[in-house]
């Protein structure tokens, strides 16, 4: 068929040569004839060339028998459609624009989310990505955690259905390379890591067995991006980054473009040396294992339970005796709960196409009808049905090629827009505008205005033309068949624009009621930086107490407006700067064998931290100078904590067993303070705090800084005196806390303001719809109207009628939109604070939205239809 199809189009580029060459020889053969008859007749030249042609039969006839010959007429017919196609549509601008710019915005929007989605649920950018396993320990099917250097290094050498095992950790520390150092995120890994994702550097070499131990010289492999940015490019190898005070040789360059490994963003990736532990925990390490070819999931399940009881017999100090390493696809561990928010933003804008799609549709339907003498008169001319709907369908896929032209604009102009200020998607930033999903949307769109172009045509076939042509636009364009196809159309877009709207107002709802909830703290005056010592100086608790026990009464006595400045290990409320979670076991009501422990927020502060932050005294004390590391361990808790594990008793005095470790001391609450909200604003504030001077002491901290004026102004003299301790301290992410809390509802800020964006959208094509719509009626159906006002109906009876049966037509829109409302805004339950997904004020309010919007829509033609001059109207009819 291809063959085929090559050869036509062959013959038809040679079409024109093949012409002349036809027309050369029935010349030749005419004029041989006209020389005859001269010869044998004795006519004139001009008869005798007169007589040739009748007898030869017609010109014509035979190069149209040639062009079927060749199989290229239709080819030819075709393009000749295409080009009077062009031309109509150019000069039916009131048609063609607005056809375009919906049929842009629905392909736009829709090749924008599914590039997402194919990039996202797509495969992996490993070999053999299905292999491809992170390992928790997991105690119950919600319960899980990360794992240990213990369970590492048992997996590593006891586990059987792995072929390479590797993990890393994450660490926020000083980095140098040539300049002044900055606190960045490096992400150390063991050899395995690279090497079960089968990632190789394009430069040098990757992490390998020799640099694991402990002792071995420390060496980095960065990215492409860092490695030009602040190492030369492909010169960067062999070269020296400073990394938490260490000199680490860079030994790889990775691929360009390639930053996120595993799911995990990082320029940096030096070798994570690991000792002998001495105990179970603590746990924090990320795991990634391969699975050996033709292993399943499931029999790696029961190699690493088998694994984990083995490590029970040996670590007697952990307590969670149900606990069990178990593995997950990589992929669907990276995916996470990105695939709802996907999910919905992929229903969104399918939602938005429809109505596009409706909104075309009907314009097409208007336009075909609007074309009824031209069509009947063709038929009645002869053409064939063929050439008819041939005629018809090129014209709509002309038009969907230049709404897929702008579509594909649009949808890399919302790709970019989403990129920058869309909410967190996994693999987001590795989306790349889809051919596929084009070729969807496209598809989609020709197919709808084929079949709606097909509509009148069908009627127009089964008719007599003659009868057509006698009958006038009256006999389809304006009868009932189109109206109730237009009319669904409208019912159709308002039943999509309503769950749309639904959703977009319940997230407003909650969007509204998540900025007015107290974070625990007042914003207002306190600044934040995040501080970072160098372990080559900084690397037990001994010199990071002597360094914080004489810097942090300076930095407080700085003057400036400064009255207080305190430590802390998280930032609240943004749920990403905390990544301090413990588990624990009360002595009063001890979890039992067989069940798992509780876990909660567990930040470790400073003195001052409750006074910097305004956190109220409720109940106890809080910490004091007596509270070391020789002392027995104490922690305080929040008010939402304390009523959760201990309601309506005193929390005071309680111990506990931190951490599962039961042959630790066991920690007592001393103090119980205000609600501080460190894992967003949408969780209650639970929290346990523990007084850093009891240690461990942290090298990444964030400072807080409490000032009468508020604002950062005293953060540069702070800087000042960090680095006048020690010029290798490195100060970053300055901000006030009112920064900080504005960042923390970034992500459902997003989500709100793109749905809303949809919702618009989706309320805008509906209103032009029904628009439209009751345009055409009330064109339509002029001499009916100018007959009422004729026969004495009033300016608002006409007003009535036309708004009327708009508003009925929107009203049974929205009545099925809310029965899909009340349905698919279950869908995004998961991020909505304070609000039902089927509120009742909410669907209120949009479905009256909705309604108004409609009968603005319907007033305006309305309104137009009550100016028409009866007169006029009559005897434009007759």
């Known amino acids: 068929m291809i063959v085929r199809l090559a050869r036509r189009l062959r013959a038809l580029f040679r079409s024109e040569a093949v012409d002349r060459e036809l027309t050369a020889e029935i010349e030749l053969h005419l004029e041989m004839e006209a020389e005859e008859l001269m010869r044998t007749q004795g006519l004139s030249h001009e008869e005798a060339r007169r007589r040739a042609r009748i007898a030869f039969g017609g010109v014509g006839r035979y190069r149209e028998e040639q062009r079927d010959a060749r199989g290229v007429r239709w080819i030819e017919e075709s393009l000749a459609d295409l080009k009077y196609a062009v031309r109509v549509l150019l000069r039916s601008p009131g048609y063609t624009i607005p056809a375009v710019l919906v049929l842009g915005l629905g392909i736009g929007a829709t090749t924008a989310i599914f590039s997402v989605?194919?990039?996202?649920?797509?495969?992996?950018?490993?070999?053999?990505?299905?292999?491809?396993?992170?390992?928790?320990?997991?105690?119950?099917?919600?319960?899980?955690?990360?794992?240990?250097?213990?369970?590492?290094?048992?997996?590593?050498?006891?586990?059987?259905?792995?072929?390479?095992?590797?993990?890393?950790?994450?660490?926020?520390?000083?980095?140098?390379?040539?300049?002044?150092?900055?606190?960045?995120?490096?992400?150390?890994?063991?050899?395995?890591?690279?090497?079960?994702?089968?990632?190789?550097?394009?430069?040098?070499?990757?992490?390998?067995?020799?640099?694991?131990?402990?002792?071995?010289?420390?060496?980095?492999?960065?990215?492409?991006?860092?490695?030009r940015r602040t190492l030369g490019g492909p010169a960067a190898v062999g070269k020296s980054v400073m990394i938490d005070g260490r000199a680490h040789t860079v030994i790889g360059v990775l691929p360009p473009g390639v930053s996120r490994l595993a799911g995990i963003r990082s320029d940096i990736w030096p070798v994570l040396q690991l000792g002998t532990p001495t105990r179970r925990g603590p746990f924090g390490l990320y795991l990634i294992g391969r699975l050996k070819p033709g292993v399943t999931l499931e029999a790696c399940r029961k190699d690493l339970a088998d694994v984990s009881i083995r490590l029970q017999g040996v670590w007697s100090d952990f307590s969670d005796r149900e606990a069990r390493l178990t593995p997950y696809t990589l992929r669907s561990t990276i995916l996470g709960d990105g695939a709802s928010t996907i999910g919905v933003f992929a229903a969104a804008v399918l939602l938005v196409l429809l109505i596009a799609v409706a909104n075309v549709a009907s314009l097409t339907l208007v336009r075909t009808t609007g074309r009824w003498h031209e069509l009947a008169l063709r038929a009645a001319l002869g053409a064939s049905r063929t050439r008819l709907v041939r005629l018809v369908t090129i014209e709509c896929v002309a038009l969907a090629a230049a709404g897929a032209l702008l579509g594909m604009a649009l949808g890399a102009a919302g790709l970019r827009l989403l990129l920058a200020i869309g909410p967190f998607i996994p693999r987001l930033d590795e989306t790349r505008l889809d051919a596929r999903a084009v070729a969807c949307a496209v598809a989609l769109a020709i197919l709808a205005g084929i079949v709606v172009a097909a509509y009148p045509l069908v009627l127009l076939l089964g008719r007599d033309p003659s009868r057509a042509l006698a009958g006038g636009q009256r006999m389809v364009g304006g009868g009932q068949h189109a109206q109730?196809?237009?009319?669904?159309?409208?019912?159709?877009?308002?039943?999509?624009?309503?769950?749309?709207?639904?959703?977009?107002?319940?997230?407003?709802?909650?969007?509204?009621?998540?900025?007015?909830?107290?974070?625990?703290?007042?914003?207002?005056?306190?600044?934040?930086?995040?501080?970072?010592?160098?372990?080559?100086?900084?690397?037990?608790?001994?010199?990071?107490?002597?360094?914080?026990?004489?810097?942090?009464?300076?930095?407080?006595?700085?003057?400036?407006?400064?009255?207080?400045?305190?430590?802390?290990?998280?930032?609240?409320?943004?749920?990403?700067?905390?990544?301090?979670?413990?588990?624990?076991?009360?002595?009063?009501?001890?979890?039992?064998?067989?069940?798992?422990?509780?876990?909660?927020?567990?930040?470790?502060?400073?003195?001052?931290?409750?006074?910097?932050?305004?956190?109220?005294?409720?109940?106890?004390?809080?910490?004091?100078?007596?509270?070391?590391?020789?002392?027995?361990?104490?922690?305080v808790v929040s008010r939402a904590w304390a009523r959760h594990y201990f309601p309506g008793e005193n929390a005071v005095g309680r111990q506990m067993i931190e951490g599962g470790c039961i042959t630790c001391p066991r920690t007592t609450i001393v103090g119980v303070v205000g609600d501080v909200r460190y894992d967003g604003l949408t969780l209650p504030g639970e929290a346990i705090y523990g007084p850093m001077e009891q240690g461990p002491w942290r090298r990444t901290v964030h400072l807080f800084v409490r000032t009468r004026a508020g604002g950062t102004d005293a953060l540069p003299a702070i800087r000042a005196a960090l680095l006048a301790s020690d010029p290798g301290v490195s100060i970053d992410q300055p901000q006030g806390m009112r920064e900080v809390f504005a960042g923390s509802i970034e992500e459902p800020r997003h989500l709100t303001t793109l749905l809303s964006g949809f919702a618009v959208a989706a309320l805008a094509l509906a209103a032009v719809g029904?628009?439209?719509?009751?345009?055409?009626?009330?064109?339509?159906?002029?001499?009916?109207?100018?007959?009422?006002?004729?026969?004495?109906?009033?300016?608002?009876?006409?007003?009535?009628?036309?708004?009327?049966?708009?508003?009925?037509?929107?009203?049974?829109?929205?009545?099925?939109?809310?029965?899909?409302?009340?349905?698919?805004?279950?869908?995004?339950?998961?991020?909505?604070?304070?609000?039902?997904?089927?509120?009742?004020?909410?669907?209120?309010?949009?479905?009256?939205?909705?309604?108004?919007?409609?009968?603005?829509?319907?007033?305006?033609?309305?309104?137009?239809?009550?100016?028409?001059?009866?007169?006029?109207?009559?005897?434009?009819?007759?």
Do not use: K
């Open 117 to 227: 989605v194919t990039t996202v649920f797509g495969r992996l950018p490993y070999a053999n990505d299905y292999e491809l396993v992170r390992i928790y320990n997991q105690n119950s099917q919600t319960n899980r955690w990360t794992t240990s250097v213990a369970d590492f290094q048992a997996i590593e050498r006891q586990a059987h259905t792995l072929s390479a095992v590797g993990t890393l950790s994450f660490r926020s520390v000083p980095v140098a390379a040539g300049g002044d150092p900055q606190t960045l995120t490096v992400t150390p890994v063991t050899s395995g890591f690279m090497r079960a994702l089968g990632v190789r550097p394009t430069i040098g070499r990757a992490i390998e067995p020799a640099d694991d131990p402990v002792g071995a010289p420390p060496v980095v492999v960065v990215s492409d991006a860092f490695a």
């Open 484 to 635: 109730t196809v237009r009319g669904a159309f409208v019912v159709g877009e308002f039943a999509l624009a309503l769950p749309l709207l639904a959703v977009a107002g319940l997230l407003l709802n909650s969007f509204l009621r998540l900025q007015r909830v107290d974070p625990g703290f007042a914003p207002e005056q306190i600044a934040t930086a995040r501080v970072a010592l160098p372990v080559a100086r900084y690397g037990n608790d001994t010199v990071l107490a002597s360094f914080w026990s004489r810097t942090l009464p300076t930095l407080g006595s700085l003057g400036g407006g400064v009255t207080l400045v305190s430590l802390g290990d998280a930032l609240p409320p943004d749920v990403n700067q905390n990544f301090n979670q413990n588990n624990f076991d009360l002595i009063d009501h001890p979890v039992g064998d067989g069940r798992p422990q509780p876990t909660s927020s567990w930040i470790t502060v400073t003195r001052d931290y409750f006074g910097t932050l305004n956190v109220p005294l409720l109940e106890g004390r809080l910490f004091t100078p007596a509270d070391t590391g020789s002392s027995p361990p104490v922690v």
């Open 770 to 878: 029904i628009f439209g719509l009751l345009s055409y009626v009330v064109a339509a159906r002029r001499r009916e109207i100018g007959l009422r006002m004729a026969l004495g109906a009033d300016r608002r009876a006409v007003v009535a009628l036309i708004v009327g049966r708009g508003l009925w037509l929107a009203g049974v829109g929205a009545l099925i939109g809310l029965v899909i409302a009340v349905v698919g805004t279950r869908w995004v339950a998961a991020s909505l604070f304070q609000v039902s997904p089927t509120d009742p004020v909410t669907l209120g309010l949009v479905t009256l939205t909705l309604l108004v919007v409609a009968a603005v829509a319907c007033w305006l033609p309305a309104r137009r239809a009550a100016t028409t001059d009866p007169v006029q109207a009559l005897r434009s009819e007759t």
